[in-house]
T-cell receptor, first 111, second 114 residues
Framework: DAKTTQPNSMESNEEEPVHLPCNHS???????IHWYRQLPSQGPEYVIH???SNVNNRMASLAIAEDRKSSTLILHRATLRDAAVYYC????????????FGTGTRLQVTL | DTAVSQTPKYLVTQMGNDKSIKCEQN?????MYWYKQDSKKFLKIMFS???????INETVPNRFSPKSPDKAHLNLHINSLELGDSAVYFC?????????????FGSGTRLTVV
C-alpha cells in the first residue's frame, strides 16, 4: 500500500474551518484517497473518499491536487465533537482491498 | 440499530485461556474484517472475509482463528492468550471493492490479559 504523510497534530478554534493536509507522492492511478477519524474510545469512522475530483458530503470536503500527490480534508466549521485522530489512507479497489492506517493527525479543537 | 456490533465490549482474562469475540453487521455488506489496535494506538488489519471466504490473512499467530458462519457474522477465537494480546480489537464491514460507502467499524472489544 502507498504511504501517506500527515502532521502529527493540529489545533483549531471552534467554529473555524480546518484544513488537514496529506501527502501521498507515490500514489498509483488506481488508489482511492480515504479519510477516517477516530474519536476517543470509539472505532474509526468513515469521513469521505475520492479518486480524482473534489468531493463534498455532510461531514467534510476533500480537495485533491491535480497531480493527486496530495489532498486536504476540510472541516468547514470545527466543533468540539470534531476533536479526533484523522487518518488519510490510500487503498485500491479489488478483492483483497484493505485499509492500512498510519499514525494520523490528532486534531484539537478549543473554545 | 447498531450497524456493526461486537461482544463483549470488555474482556479480562488470564494468560493461557481461550476466548472468543463475536461480531455481527446488519448493513448487508459482503466483506468483514478484524483489526487490532495496540497500546501505541496503531491500527493493523488481521483478517478479511468476503462471503464467508478468507481473503486477507496478515501475519497473525496461529492462535488467532477467525470464523465466518455467514456473511453477516465474523467471530475471532484466540487460543492460549498471552500478555501481548492485550489490545482493542475492532470488527469492520464493507462492500467488496470498498470504494462504495466506506468501511463501518464496531466500537471495539478491549481485551486485557493478566
Amino acid at each position: 500500500d502507498a504511504k501517506t504523510t500527515q502532521p502529527n497534530s493540529m489545533e483549531s478554534n471552534e467554529e473555524e474551518p480546518v484544513h488537514l493536509p496529506c501527502n501521498h507522492s507515490t500514489i498509483s492511478g488506481t488508489d482511492y484517497i480515504h479519510w477516517y477519524r477516530q474519536l476517543p474510545s470509539q472505532g474509526p469512522e468513515y469521513v469521505i473518499h475520492g479518486l480524482t475530483s473534489n468531493v463534498n458530503n455532510r461531514m467534510a470536503s476533500l480537495a485533491i491536487a491535480e497531480d493527486r500527490k496530495s489532498s486536504t480534508l476540510i472541516l468547514h466549521r470545527a466543533t468540539l465533537r470534531d476533536a479526533a485522530v484523522y487518518y488519510c489512507i490510500l487503498s485500491e479497489t479489488g478483492t483483497a482491498s484493505k485499509l492500512t492506517f498510519g499514525t494520523g493527525t490528532r486534531l484539537q479543537v478549543t473554545l | 440499530d447498531t450497524a456493526v456490533s461486537q461482544t463483549p465490549k470488555y474482556l479480562v482474562t488470564q494468560m493461557g485461556n481461550d476466548k472468543s469475540i463475536k461480531c455481527e453487521q446488519n448493513l448487508g455488506h459482503d466483506t468483514m474484517y478484524w483489526y487490532k489496535q495496540d497500546s501505541k494506538k496503531f491500527l493493523k488489519i488481521m483478517f478479511s472475509y468476503n462471503n464467508k471466504e478468507l481473503i486477507i490473512n496478515e501475519t497473525v499467530p496461529n492462535r488467532f482463528s477467525p470464523k465466518s458462519p455467514d456473511k453477516a457474522h465474523l467471530n475471532l477465537h484466540i487460543n492460549s492468550l498471552e500478555l501481548g494480546d492485550s489490545a482493542v480489537y475492532f470488527c469492520a464491514s464493507s462492500h467488496r471493492g470498498q470504494g462504495v460507502g466506506g468501511y463501518t467499524f464496531g466500537s471495539g472489544t478491549r481485551l486485557t490479559v493478566v
